[in-house]
């Protein structure tokens, strides 16, 4: 202490003057801080939040003064996040399929809960022994679901096309999807048969969305030809192994100016979240689901999972580094 009325402290390392008879709690005032949002160490022993309005600074105190810090700004605010394929506006970014399920009843009850605007449906001949049988129709409804018709089971572009033609002749629909399989153990894609198919539907009217291998020279081959969207698929179908070749769908988003979805071999959520990850514009499924333990509840999931992977993509992904790189700051370490 010295004549002038003041006291020598040492806070946070630095020797700072202060004048005599202040309480830990006024002192912390002096320096601009909220003493409520503070702690404070006296000499290396903690001093109770609940005294520092009683205890005197003392000449040579030795006082370190902490808080809490962290690092990043306020969130966003999310904005309306749609997407557009042939002109159509959609809020979901999940597709899902409409086979495999118990009963429609169960079907309808997965597509409400996946939040989906957009149901695929194959096309298949009517049943003349029952025609009052139940159909997909009598649960989900096409004018509050969008039905996107596929070619499932067609190995050849004649019969994918033919297929579509009544299609549309049954509901008007132009907006398709489209599967030209090369053979039954792999269901993979015959991307010779699938590029004649759309360059033929293309030219009658069609707007088909297209399965494909994950080949960005092929997806660019099929959008040149009249595909309104690519559909790579990320492993077989039904096979569950989710996304196999993240490497190539990547490409395939970079290079494509019409939508990405990845279509086929998710198997659980996080793999849809990676898809979306990848920067897919969707996700399609059908088998995820349905053959899930509780298919509603894993319609849920796959809901929530499709729209954080999307959330994340547009917040844009941390660098990967070799070495650890430590969160908090350095700077003010006691």
């Known amino acids: 202490m010295t004549t002038d009325g003041t006291i020598m402290l040492t806070v946070n390392g630095e020797h700072r003057r202060v004048p005599q008879g202040l309480t830990l709690a006024a002192l912390a005032e002096e320096l601009g801080l909220d003493p409520a949002k503070v702690a404070v160490e006296r000499n290396l022993e903690v001093v109770p939040r609940s005294t520092l309005d009683q205890v005197l600074a003392e000449d040579g105190d030795d006082l370190e003064i902490v808080h809490f810090v962290g690092g990043g700004d306020h969130p966003a605010p999310v904005v309306d996040d749609s997407w557009t394929v042939a002109g159509k506006t959609f809020h979901s970014r999940l597709i899902v399929g409409t086979g495999k399920y118990r009963d429609f009843a169960q079907n309808a009850a997965a597509v409400e809960a996946s939040g989906a605007e957009i149901v695929t449906v194959a096309v298949r001949r009517v049943n003349i022994a029952d025609p009052k049988a139940p159909m997909l129709t009598d649960f989900i409804d096409p004018k509050k679901i969008t039905y996107l018709p596929n070619t499932a089971g067609c190995f050849t572009a004649e019969d994918a096309i033919r297929t579509l033609r009544l299609a549309r002749e049954a509901g008007g629909w132009t907006l398709v999807k489209l599967e030209v399989l090369g053979e039954a153990k792999t269901l993979y894609p015959d991307m010779v048969e699938t590029l004649r198919a759309t360059e033929i539907l293309a030219k009658e009217g069609f707007e088909p969305m297209v ?124």
Request: proline share 6%; glycine share 12%.
């Open 211 to 334: 399965y494909c291998a994950d080949d960005p020279i092929a997806a660019k081959r099929l959008e040149d030809a009249g595909a309104v969207a690519i559909m790579p698929l990320g492993a077989p179908i039904g096979s569950g192994l989710g996304i196999q070749n993240p490497v190539m769908i990547r490409l395939m988003v970079e290079g494509a100016k019409v939508p990405v979805l990845v279509d086929a071999g998710v198997g659980t959520a996080s793999d849809a979240a990676a898809a979306m990850e990848l920067g897919c514009d969707g996700v399609l499924m059908n088998t995820a689901i349905a053959e899930a333990k509780d298919p509603v509840m894993m319609a849920s999931a796959m809901k929530a999972a499709v729209a954080a992977g999307r959330l994340a993509y547009r917040a844009g992904r941390m660098g990967k580094r070799r070495y650890a790189d430590p969160s908090s700051p350095l700077a003010g370490l006691i």
